[in-house]
């Protein structure tokens, strides 16, 4: 039985191709990995970093795809009940084609709403990727009911936390800021490539606890993940247009 149906009882990776190529594979394996490890999930036929990139590699070439997003998903085995102590697990991938190879940034205006009726936990499990995905359908519900492009989350003590599809980042005074994964956000990968790209290039960032005032008073508003990459709801997208030039020779 498939416990990912069941319970959430599952993990998942949302994965760029471009050009045939798996963007940014070393940072989906350690997540895809770290977070099996911790919920328990350890027979897996996916054993090691090569095997990974091998497994991936073999269905993009049978489905011949150039450009597209890429789910794997890792769920457990085993009887029905939320107690289940098996090991074992299944794997699934599935994907769906994209048109572009490169990332750019959004040409028409990049909207975005608050999410309030409920709230994010600043626990380990609220940085984990897993099919236990509740609080994003009803986020992302909330954003395309009022039209929306994008709701942020708040954490239970009422700081920003992330956006329903993508981490958070504004840009003040020419520092880039970004929650810290304690306060409850999601451990992206493109959170990841944009702050090692800070470290790479010299540019000046602090992970710290955002109010909406500070989003709302922010030079520039960042949205990232691994599919779109930096969505911008602000005017200025200067910043913002420079971290796409390095992250896009990284694709």
């Not at 008073?217 to 949205?223: D, L, P, Q, V």
């Amino acid at each position: 039985m498939n416990r990912a149906s069941y319970y959430g009882d599952g993990i998942f990776e949302t994965i760029r191709i471009a050009n045939g190529k798996v963007c940014f594979v070393n940072l989906h394996y350690e997540r895809f990995f770290y977070t099996a490890k911790l919920l328990g999930l350890e027979n897996i036929i996916i054993v090691n970093g090569n095997n990974f990139i091998a497994y991936l590699t073999e269905y993009i070439n049978i489905n011949l795809i150039v450009n597209a997003r890429l789910r794997i998903q890792l769920s457990r085995t085993g009887a029905m009940g939320y107690a289940c102590t098996s090991k074992n697990t299944e794997v699934t991938i599935t994907h769906e084609v994209l048109p572009a190879t490169e990332y750019s940034i959004n040409k028409n205006n990049y909207t975005y709403g608050v999410y309030t009726s409920n709230y994010k936990a600043c626990t380990e499990l609220s940085t984990l990727k897993t099919t236990s995905s509740i609080l994003y359908v009803l986020a992302g519900n909330y954003a395309n009911t009022n039209n929306y492009n994008e709701a942020l989350i708040l954490n239970e003590h009422g700081k920003v936390a992330e956006g329903y599809k993508s981490n958070l980042f504004i840009v003040k005074n020419n520092i880039v800021l970004t929650p810290p994964l304690s306060e409850g956000a999601l451990n992206g990968v493109m959170r990841k490539v944009v702050l090692n790209t800070c470290v790479t290039h010299d540019i000046q960032y602090k992970e710290i606890p955002l109010t909406l005032t500070d989003v709302k008073t922010a030079n520039e508003i960042w949205f990232t993940n691994v599919i779109q990459g930096i969505c911008c709801a602000s005017v200025d997208n200067s910043v913002a247009t420079q971290f796409l030039q390095h992250i896009n020779k990284l694709v």
